[in-house]
């Protein structure tokens, strides 16, 4: 597989609209000049040795749909990437242990995404209530935020139709189950 740092002259590639490297040897930091490919709809760099910070020229991929960066050690503001990409359909950012971030605080820009479809950001440092909006996004199917440091409750409404997986283990929430927990999720596994 491909190894080494990714070279900054990547981002002359301004019309690409897939860029997947993913499973393979990288190293060092996610290249700033990703954010001039403006065109840039699915970024995949999942399961390599990249570490550093999330470039926030990154933050400016407004077409961004697909954002796999699972499994290596990258940071991160959670908050300021849920704001920026209103679009994503998947974000998965597992296994990083250096996204951060007040969940409960990206209520608003987590109802403006309306298209997501996955989210997963099992083991990281999220922090703070659990987003009611999450548990309302009409498409969402997949919700995975085990291993963070959550708190708060289920909200008592769960209105979202498509949801399967809801994986909230190992944070600090407390409470029960809400009353009508699967009511208006009848898909829940």
């Given at each position: 597989?491909?190894?080494?740092?990714?070279?900054?002259?990547?981002?002359a590639?301004?019309?690409?609209?897939?860029?997947?490297?993913?499973?393979?040897?990288?190293?060092?930091?996610i290249?700033?000049?990703?954010?001039?490919?403006?065109?840039?709809?699915v970024l995949?760099?999942?399961?390599?040795?990249?570490k550093g910070?999330?470039?926030?020229?990154?933050?400016?991929?407004?077409?961004?749909?697909?954002?796999?960066?699972p499994?290596?050690?990258i940071?991160?503001?959670?908050?300021?990437?849920?704001?920026?990409?209103?679009?994503?359909?998947?974000?998965?950012?597992?296994?990083?242990?250096?996204?951060?971030?007040d969940?409960?605080?990206?209520?608003?820009?987590i109802?403006?995404?309306?298209?997501?479809?996955?989210l997963d950001?099992?083991?990281?440092?999220?922090?703070g209530?659990?987003?009611?909006?999450?548990?309302?996004?009409?498409?969402?199917?997949?919700?995975?935020?085990s291993?963070?440091?959550?708190s708060?409750?289920?909200p008592?409404?769960?209105?979202?139709?498509?949801?399967?997986?809801?994986a909230?283990?190992?944070?600090f929430?407390?409470g029960?189950?809400p009353?009508?927990?699967?009511?208006?999720?009848?898909?829940?596994?």
């Open positions: 597989g491909l190894k080494g740092e990714l070279p900054a002259s990547i981002g590639l301004e019309d690409l609209q897939i860029l997947n490297l993913g499973t393979n040897t990288l190293s060092g930091p290249p700033a000049a990703i954010g001039k490919m403006k065109r840039l709809r995949r760099l999942s399961y390599n040795g990249l910070k999330y470039p926030d020229e990154l933050l400016a991929l407004e077409k961004l749909e697909l954002l796999e960066l499994y290596n050690e940071v991160g503001d959670v908050n300021k990437m849920l704001k920026a990409y209103p679009n994503m359909k998947k974000m998965n950012l597992r296994g990083n242990r250096g996204f951060s971030g969940l409960g605080a990206a209520n608003d820009d109802a403006k995404m309306q298209e997501l479809l996955y950001m099992h083991w990281n440092n999220l922090g209530d659990l987003p009611e909006a999450l548990f309302s996004l009409p498409k969402v199917e997949e919700i995975v935020i291993n963070n440091e959550l708060g409750s289920i008592e409404s769960i209105r979202a139709p498509n949801l399967k997986v809801l909230l283990s190992e944070n929430i407390s029960g189950l009353e009508g927990l699967g009511e208006h999720s009848p898909n829940m596994v």
